[in-house]
Each structure stands twice: as structure tokens, then as C-alpha cells.
């Protein structure tokens, strides 16, 4: 046990130095993406209109210079397509700009909820330039999951660029190479006007950000660290726990490792890494994987709490009915495929996933209040979570101010939920190497007079007796059989017999050195292993001990005495000899001071 807990040791320090070097590869390879700007850019026809928008001040634009860089949330400056519009083309949608059909977006709006209307908005942009060349700047939307996101750059009443950045587009077809929707545009000097055009069967959120190229690249290196170090540290924390089920073979570790493989691998796709690096010339992949991860996601979560709690044990009840919460989930994808509408899922999946959030910490409450330790972590691990999880879906739906931070409460809590269930879990094992090493130690000793066994001499006495002979030092046996035992538990009854033995015991092992080890050997019968110690003084002590046994017991029930046996090791002429041979002769001994008479010490 020692071994395989000093390799175990060994294994988490290689693992976390190991997390470290993946962090640092995971950030590095993020950041290292080329961002090149696509100079083969095709514009649309002229879109015919006479009139400049209504209300256009200096007021509701949002000036860029030459200064600029930095890096701003310009939904402010947005002005909003009011609800049940008949817009089709960005021509309709300018026509309705200028007729003052657009609701200025004054609350800084950024969520809308699940919506199946098309959202149109309108940025007013000025270049703050006098030169010919223009201004750069990136006009970047921080959602990944958004269906269709249209972008058309009007200047001087036409559509000087369109672009087309939505998930359902292939990522070749994106002008910068970037996660998150993004254009670069040289702004004219003057007024520019940026029509948006958003469609989504996930939820509404369009944080529509105006920064530099250099705050761009800035925010991104950021990001491939924040994302670097929480891809990494769940890779960590997944393989570790994979290498604790391969040695513990405990179905929570590997259960954990599911789930933790579930929520990186839901994240990874929703954040849009996966549609970035892997899966961009698929758009319908990318449609279809949120909700079945999310699923996925669902169901490794309650298995893995059904598991972990132990509810076999501490909620049976629910155990018994764990099989409906399965057919429930299994009944969920059925109808998901069946209906087909991607909304469907995501709205069904949002539903379960809140009420899943509630029911672990119900069930931990419960396991914890039925006596299991490791609910003391699951409890609080599940608070962080679902805390974070739920910053995240108020700033989806509004309810909450907009922000990164909020925005990523999920991937916070998550983390922290983690790491936390971690911890329970090297409890967990630290807890179960206790009871391994405890149950190895019961199993050693006698459980009545609380002396070591016959299987614990062959553990103890080899090694001390191997190096003994190696040394040629001194070794004795003392084998000791209770005279006439069988007629006091015949005359008074097993349950004195077995108290007759208690305190013969204690006797012996308060009589016996530290340095010797003492033996329930048989039904009645004692031996004591004497390192370093002669024949003589080994005879000494066997009468001792017959003296004590006689004196203690004369004032319980009848007076015990004792037949000895005393065997010792001849380093001079140890030749081949074995321990087994050394208890024979003890034994011999034993069997001598019967036929004298009993109540005697015989050396072999």
C-alpha cells in the first residue's frame, strides 16, 4: 500500500507539472493563429437612396481616430429594429433608419432572450480622419453560437462591403481569422453606417464590440490564456482522476472523468473553439452539436452524482428509481430528433439543465444530512457551479448587466465546481487508503485478545529472522499452551474461556519487551518471537511469564498454569536453518513439559 501510495504521488506531481506545459501549449497555439485580412473583397450593388438618416448628429455616432486604441462595448450606439418588422433586405432596413423606425438602444441592451424574429440594428460610425486612406478598425460580435450574422457597411448610400459571419457560414468564408464573428473595415473619412442583420435559434445575446487591430489581438491573447489555463486544468484533472480509477478501480473516478470530459467537450463547442479549430467547413456539425453535448453533459451529471454520493446507500429510494431518470433523458433525445427544431432542444435541455442544477443540491443536502461525508464538498461544489452557471444565463437573457465576466460565470463556476469535486475525491482516496490500511491491520490481528495472528508472523517475523541468520545473531521462540483449557470451558462456558484468554494475553504483553512480538498461535495457545536474545535469557522470561499467568489468574474464575516450550537459534550451527524448524523444536518442548507433568518451562 505505501508503494502504490508513493507512485500515486508521483503520478499527481507528473500531472501537474504536466498542466502546466498544457496551459502553456493550449495558450500559445490559441494566440499563434494567423489573422490575416482578406484584400479580394467583393461589394455589392449601389444601393439607391437620396436621403441621409434622420436625427444623424455628431451625438449618436461613435467617433474612431487615429488615437484609438482600445477596445468598447458599442451597443450603446445601437439603434434596434422594433419588434414584428417586415425588413428583408438591408435597403428596407436603411429606408426604416431614415424614417426613424429604429429604437435607440439608450439601456445598452445586449440579450434578447429566445426569439425567432429577425433582429436588425444600425451602427452610426465617424471617422475622425482627414486623410484619403481612412481609419481600420474591427468591428467584432462576442457570441460564437449565432446562426446567421450579416454585416453590411454603408458609405456615401452604398453598400461598400457585406459580410457574412454566422455559424451556419463556413469559417474559410470569414475575412479574420478570429473565434468570435469578426470583421476588420477601413472606414472612409466621414459617416459610415453598419447594418447589422442577427437570426438565431439560440439565445439572442450580441455584444457588439468596436476596437482596434491591436486591442483585438490583445483581447485574444487574453482569452488563449483564459481558455488555455481552463482546457488544461480539466485535462489535468480528467486524466488524473482516469489514472485513480485505473488503480482504485472506484466507478466514481471514472464517472467524474466522463463528466469532466462532457462539460469541456459541451464548452469547447458552445465557446466556439471546436467550430474555430476543427469543424469550420461543417456548419450543420456545429448546429446540431450544442444540444447533443448539452445532453451529454445533463446525463454524465447525474450519473456521476448518482455514484458519487453513493445513493445506493445513503438514498436508496432514489437508487431504486434511478432507471425513470434515465428513460426520462433517453426519452428527451427521442423527441429532440423527432421535433427536429434546434430551439426545441436548447430551450428543453436549458430547462432540464436548471432543474438538474437544483435536484444535485437537493440530493446532497439529503445524502449529507444521512451521514455522507463527501456531500460536505459536493454541496458547496455544486453552489460554485450553479452559481456560475446561473451570472451566465441572466446575462444571456438580460436580466443582469452585460459582461465578460458574467458572460463566463459558467466557465468560472465550472472550474471552481471542479476543482472542488476534486479535492472530495482525494479525500475520497485518502479516506479509502485508511480503511485499506485499517482492514490490512485487523486482518493481522486476533480480534479476542487483540494479539497479533499466524498470518501476521509470516509479515513480521521473516524479515527480522532473515536478517538475523544474514548476522548470525541471537533469536529465541517461546510457544506457551493454557494446562487443561478445555475443562474450563467445559465447567464455566466459552464466554469465560474467552475471558480466561483476554487476560492471559495481557498478561503476556505486559510482561514481553517492546522489541518482541507476541502471537495468538492456536486455540490456546501463545508464541513470542525473542530478537536478539540468548537461550537463557529466553528461559528466564518464559518463567516469568508462568509465574505471572498462575498469580493473575488465581484471583478470576480457577487458577490457569501454563506448559512452555523455549526454542533458540544457533548461530554456530545455524547451517540451512528455518524458522519452521526453529518452532518445532519449541513445539517438542512444548509437548516435553506436558509429560512431566505440566506447569514447567523445557528448553529444546
Excluded at 444623424?56 to 445601437?78: A, W
Excluded at 481569422?177 to 453598419?194: E, K, L
Excluded at 427521442?334 to 432540464?352: C, E, K, P, R, T
Excluded at 508462568?546 to 493473575?552: A, D, G, H, N, P
Aim: proline share 3%.
Amino acid at each position: 500500500m505505501v508503494s502504490q501510495q508513493n507512485r500515486l504521488k508521483g503520478v499527481r506531481a507528473f500531472f501537474t507539472m504536466m498542466m502546466y506545459f498544457v496551459c502553456g501549449f493550449i495558450s500559445w497555439y490559441a494566440s499563434a493563429q494567423p489573422n490575416s485580412i482578406n484584400s479580394d473583397i467583393s461589394f455589392n450593388s449601389n444601393l439607391n437612396t437620396d436621403t441621409d438618416p434622420k436625427g444623424s448628429v455628431d451625438s449618436q455616432f461613435v467617433v474612431i481616430s487615429s488615437s484609438d486604441d482600445h477596445r468598447s462595448l458599442v451597443n450603446n450606439k445601437l439603434f434596434l429594429s422594433k419588434p414584428d418588422n417586415t425588413i428583408t433586405t438591408a435597403q428596407q432596413a436603411l429606408m426604416a433608419f431614415n424614417e426613424g423606425e429604429f429604437i435607440e438602444n439608450t439601456a445598452n441592451r445586449v440579450s434578447f432572450g429566445f426569439t425567432e424574429e429577425v433582429l436588425w440594428a444600425v451602427l452610426p460610425i465617424q471617422a475622425d480622419t482627414t486623410t484619403d486612406e481612412g481609419l481600420s478598425s474591427v468591428i467584432e460580435i462576442d457570441n460564437a453560437w449565432l446562426d446567421v450574422v450579416d454585416i453590411f457597411f454603408i458609405s456615401g448610400n452604398k453598400i461598400v462591403r457585406q459580410e457574412s459571419l454566422g455559424d451556419t457560414e463556413a469559417i474559410s468564408g470569414r475575412t479574420f481569422n478570429a473565434r468570435m464573428p469578426s470583421v476588420s473595415h477601413v472606414f472612409a473619412p466621414g459617416n459610415t453606417y453598419v447594418v447589422f442583420r442577427f437570426i438565431s435559434q439560440d439565445p439572442m445575446t450580441i455584444p457588439i464590440y468596436l476596437c482596434s487591430e491591436k486591442s483585438k489581438q490583445s483581447v485574444m491573447l487574453e482569452n488563449a490564456y483564459f481558455y488555455g489555463f481552463l482546457y488544461g486544468a480539466l485535462l489535468i484533472l480528467l486524466v488524473y482522476n482516469l489514472v485513480l480509477y485505473t488503480y482504485l478501480r472506484e466507478r466514481r473516478y471514472l464517472l467524474y472523468s466522463c463528466y469532466l470530459l462532457a462539460f469541456t467537450a459541451f464548452n469547447f463547442t458552445y465557446t466556439g473553439h471546436g467550430y474555430w479549430w476543427l469543424w469550420g467547413e461543417m456548419p450543420s456539425v456545429q448546429q446540431w452539436l450544442m444540444p447533443t453535448l448539452m445532453l451529454c453533459y445533463i446525463t454524465a451529471g447525474v450519473t456521476f452524482t448518482i455514484e458519487f454520493l453513493n445513493v445506493k446507500k445513503y438514498l436508496p429510494s432514489l437508487f431504486v428509481r434511478r432507471k425513470f431518470i434515465y428513460a426520462g433523458l433517453l426519452a428527451l433525445a427521442v423527441v429532440m430528433l423527432a421535433y427536429g427544431s434546434q430551439q426545441f432542444a436548447i430551450m428543453a435541455q436549458l430547462v432540464i439543465l436548471t432543474t438538474l442544477s437544483l435536484w444535485m443540491l437537493l440530493i446532497g443536502v439529503m445524502c449529507y444530512k444521512n451521514g455522507n461525508v463527501l456531500a460536505a464538498f459536493f454541496v458547496p461544489a455544486i453552489v460554485l457551479g450553479t452559481g456560475g452557471a446561473t451570472v451566465s444565463s441572466l446575462a444571456t437573457w438580460g436580466v443582469v448587466p452585460y459582461s465578460q465576466w458574467a458572460f463566463r460565470g459558467i466557465e468560472l463556476g465550472m472550474l471552481l465546481e471542479m476543482s472542488l469535486l476534486s479535492v472530495s475525491l482525494g479525500f475520497n482516496f485518502k479516506e479509502v487508503y485508511k480503511a485499506r490500511l485499517s482492514a490490512e491491520f485487523t486482518s493481522r490481528i486476533d480480534p479476542l485478545t487483540n494479539l497479533y495472528n499466524r498470518r501476521a508472523f509470516t509479515q513480521l517475523v521473516y524479515p527480522i529472522w532473515e536478517l538475523g541468520v544474514r548476522k548470525k545473531q541471537r533469536m529465541s521462540i517461546v510457544l506457551i499452551d493454557l494446562d487443561w483449557f478445555k475443562q474450563i470451558n467445559d465447567e464455566f462456558g466459552h464466554d469465560a474461556g474467552d475471558g480466561v484468554l483476554e487476560l492471559v494475553a495481557k498478561t503476556i504483553k505486559a510482561r514481553a519487551r517492546s522489541s518482541d512480538l507476541v502471537f495468538r498461535w492456536g486455540g490456546e495457545e501463545f508464541l513470542l518471537f525473542l530478537p536478539d536474545t540468548s537461550v537463557s535469557d529466553a528461559k528466564a522470561l518464559a518463567e516469568t511469564l508462568r509465574l505471572s499467568v498462575k498469580e493473575v489468574t488465581s484471583e478470576s474464575i480457577t487458577t490457569v498454569t501454563t506448559s512452555i516450550g523455549v526454542a533458540a537459534f544457533n548461530a554456530q550451527e545455524s547451517g540451512g536453518t528455518k524458522i519452521e524448524g526453529l518452532i518445532k523444536v519449541a513445539d517438542k518442548a512444548l509437548y516435553v513439559a506436558k509429560q512431566k507433568g505440566r506447569n514447567c518451562v523445557v528448553v529444546g
